[in-house]
């Protein structure tokens, strides 16, 4: 009961956060636009274009800098504070507990960081290298990371979006002839809305009717690669749904998220490699090839930003400087080979971008977890596809009436956090890349 006026300031705090974001514009080519709105033009083919764009920004972030480090250091003590009443001597304990962390604990978190930092960051660094050959440049800048290092226009993957929901349903037919006739189901019922248009919320995500057990999945597709992952993902989400659908017990229907990703994740990787409705061979490599890449590039991101919480609320007496030297040095722990040079005060703020520090504090490791899972059903079905995706149906069947390690296990996957579970992973990945190398 004490901990409610704090709960309450945390949630003012978290409005006022999203309002200094939500705010935040620039001039561009003649018009005011958001930053969200700035992202595609990193990846213009003209580099003076794209640097251009990552100054605006960056420069118009680091306007807010003060603020949002004021905003952080309340939440920081509010939160400190709550744990203490609720009678954790550490906020990190009290985040566990309180995200429901069952079956694993600081340790392990602690044990993932250092197996991304050994096996995922070599790769991830050698990718880079890779992109900075191709585009011809000497070093890689923070705006040459978005664009196709070869200079080829974007994937068009489909004009109308009926052809996105018709190639989706052949790619879910090759994945298991039963998927896709669930797919067709939704598609039958209404149960698709896809095409962006204009007044439409924005956003991608599956929801589920729970009066009718029925998944419903809402996006804006505009006929990008990007597009044909998404609805490949939440495809998944809506397996999950159809495949528990039969539970009683409405608890039991809605697994951890630590497993409802694997089944987007797995089916994003499962329909990489059946990409003929929309592209021709090399496109489709193309495509795949961009998805390994990100899975690599992101996990040392979310091990950067879990690691950061773990450092922020282990040393609650830190002063802003002690922070920004923490994020630095994480930077040269888990990061790429980007070269900040000229742009260190945006490097050292750039965790300001990362709303769930501030909205979400310890909620971001769950994919990473999720991708582990995810990258071995996908490691296991270029030998064996049928079984790979036997287990996966399987698994998704028993909803949230197991726990993670079980859930993991009904897929032929192992729930872990070490290296000896990553780093086959990335050999896998990294012979894949080699495969599918234009």
């Not at 995200?99 to 991830?124: C, M, N, Q, T």
């Not at 797919?183 to 095409?195: E, I, K, P, V, Y």
């Not at 990100?294 to 002063?319: E, K, R």
């Not at 872990?416 to 190398?437: H, S």
Request: glycine fraction near 8%.
């Amino acid at each position: 009961e004490a901990n409610i006026p704090r709960e309450t300031r945390l949630a003012e705090l978290d409005q006022q956060y999203q309002k200094t974001m939500g705010a935040m514009t620039v001039s561009f080519q003649g018009q005011e636009r958001t930053l969200a709105q700035m992202a595609p033009f990193l990846e213009e083919t003209d580099r003076s274009v794209r640097q251009t764009a990552w100054e605006l920004a960056a420069s118009r972030r680091l306007q807010d800098k003060d603020a949002l480090d004021d905003l952080f250091d309340q939440m920081m003590a509010l939160r400190i504070e709550v744990a203490r009443e609720a009678g954790f001597t550490s906020y990190v304990d009290f985040a566990f507990r309180q995200r429901e962390r069952f079956d694993y604990g600081i340790d392990d978190a602690l044990k993932f960081h250092s197996a991304v930092e050994h096996v995922v960051v070599p790769l991830a660094r050698k990718i880079q290298q890779e992109h900075t050959a191709a585009l011809g440049v000497p070093a890689l800048r923070p705006w040459d990371t978005a664009v196709d290092p070869l200079g080829r226009p974007p994937l068009k993957p489909f004009v109308d979006v009926s052809r996105l929901a018709e190639g989706a349903e052949t790619i879910f037919r090759e994945v298991d002839p039963e998927l896709g006739a669930q797919f067709a189901f939704l598609r039958s019922q209404g149960l698709l809305d896809l095409a962006n248009r204009k007044g439409k919320a924005p956003g991608g995500y599956q929801t589920t009717f729970e009066d009718d057990r029925l998944p419903f999945i809402f996006m804006n597709a505009v006929g990008l690669d990007g597009d044909v992952r998404t609805l490949l993902h939440e495809g998944g989400h809506a397996f999950h749904t159809l495949a528990c659908r039969g539970e009683p017990l409405a608890a039991y229907r809605e697994s951890p998220l630590e497993f409802c990703e694997v089944a987007s994740m797995t089916m994003e990787l499962f329909g990489a490699r059946n990409l003929h409705p929309f592209y021709d061979q090399a496109e489709a490599d193309r495509s795949n090839r961009k998805l390994l890449e990100g899975i690599v590039l992101i996990l040392p991101w979310i091990a950067t930003v879990d690691a950061f919480q773990h450092w922020i609320y282990t040393h609650p007496g830190h002063t802003r400087d002690d922070r920004r030297t923490a994020w630095r040095s994480l930077i040269d722990r888990f990061g790429g080979i980007v070269d900040w040079s000229g742009y260190e005060e945006a490097r050292d703020h750039s965790w300001h971008r990362q709303l769930h520090i501030f909205l979400y504090p310890f909620y971001y490791i769950e994919y990473g977890i999720a991708q582990l899972g995810a990258l071995q059903l996908w490691r296991r079905g270029l030998t064996d596809r049928a079984g790979a995706v036997a287990d996966y149906r399987r698994a998704l069947s028993l909803g949230g009436s197991r726990p993670l390690p079980e859930l993991f296990g009904a897929a032929g996957t192992r729930f872990g956090f070490d290296e000896e579970l990553i780093a086959p992973l990335m050999t896998a990945i990294g012979q894949e890349l080699e495969r599918l190398a234009p």
